[in-house]
């Protein structure tokens, strides 16, 4: 059985910093693409950050290039996304998944809000407020 399980999440001053966890099970991240995705209320789901699983090359959207960070440790089988100089606009519901249809082929178009990644996590919630 596919798990993901995110952590890191919590309140922030705008400019600071968390890292967020996803850790996975039932799975390597040798297996599947990794994608952050993220959801504010009132707004559709946004993708954030996805990385390969067979090369790492990974893929940032526009709002959060240059800010934020998607590595992954194959030894504890967890991915990370780090979050620098936070704003409130990345105030959101932080969800990480897997397995994105075979049809997908570019990490770009994993990050595709409207891709369905068939494993999903819980969420984890980040709040950026002064």
């Known amino acids: 059985q596919l798990q993901l399980v995110e952590s890191g999440g919590g309140l922030v001053q705008p400019g600071g910093s968390l890292r967020l966890s996803c850790a996975v099970s039932?799975?390597?991240?040798?297996?599947?693409?990794i994608g952050w995705f993220r959801q504010a209320p009132g707004k559709e789901r946004e993708g954030v950050s996805c990385?390969?699983?067979?090369?790492?090359?990974?893929y940032y959207a526009d709002s959060v290039k240059g800010r934020f960070t998607i590595s992954r440790d194959k030894v504890k089988n967890t991915v990370y996304l780090q979050m620098n100089s936070l704003k409130v606009g990345d105030t959101a519901v932080y969800y990480c998944?897997?397995?994105?249809?075979?049809?997908?082929?570019?990490?770009?178009?994993?990050?595709?809000?409207?891709?369905?990644?068939?494993?999903w996590g819980q969420g984890t919630q980040v709040t950026v407020s002064s």
């Open positions: 998944a897997a397995e994105p249809p075979d049809y997908i082929t570019t990490i770009q178009a994993m990050c595709d809000p409207k891709v369905l990644f068939a494993s």
């Open positions: 039932g799975f390597t991240l040798d297996d599947f693409a």
């Open positions: 990385i390969s699983n067979i090369d790492g090359s990974t």
